[in-house]
Nanobody, 114 residues
Framework: EVQLVESGGGSVQPGGSLRLSCAAS????????MSWVRQAPGKGLEWVSGVDSGGGSPTYADSVKGRFTISRDNAKNTLHLQLNSLKIEDTAMYYCVIKGNPPRGQGTQVTVSS
């Protein structure tokens, strides 16, 4: 069974940082491109960032480019998202997903407020 367990969220002030992690199991993690998506209160899913199966070709939504960094450790079946210079509009539930698939996990909440 595919499992994706997100962690690392929290409450921070604008300008703060967080590092999200996603532990993957139940599939060959190293064979799949992965993405992070988020859902703000009352809004739909928004793609945030993606990375290919080998960890290359990172891509970012314009809204987070230059502030977020995606990475993966295929030896540990883990996906990460470093969030820097956080803004209030980054507040959302963050999910890691296999590229092109809907969220499976519970997500991790990121709240940015002053």
């Amino acid at each position: 069974e595919v499992q994706l367990v997100e962690s690392g969220g929290g409450s921070v002030q604008p300008g703060g940082s967080l590092r999200l992690s996603c532990a993957a199991s139940g599939f060959t993690f190293s064979a799949f491109a992965m993405s992070w998506v988020r859902q703000a209160p009352g809004k739909g899913l928004e793609w945030v960032s993606g990375v290919d199966s080998g960890g290359g070709s990172p891509t970012y939504a314009d809204s987070v480019k230059g502030r977020f960094t995606i990475s993966r450790d295929n030896a540990k079946n883990t996906l990460h998202l470093q969030l820097n210079s956080l803004k209030i509009e980054d507040t959302a539930m963050y999910y890691c997903v296999i590229k092109g698939n809907p969220p499976r996990g519970q997500g991790t909440q990121v709240t940015v407020s002053s």
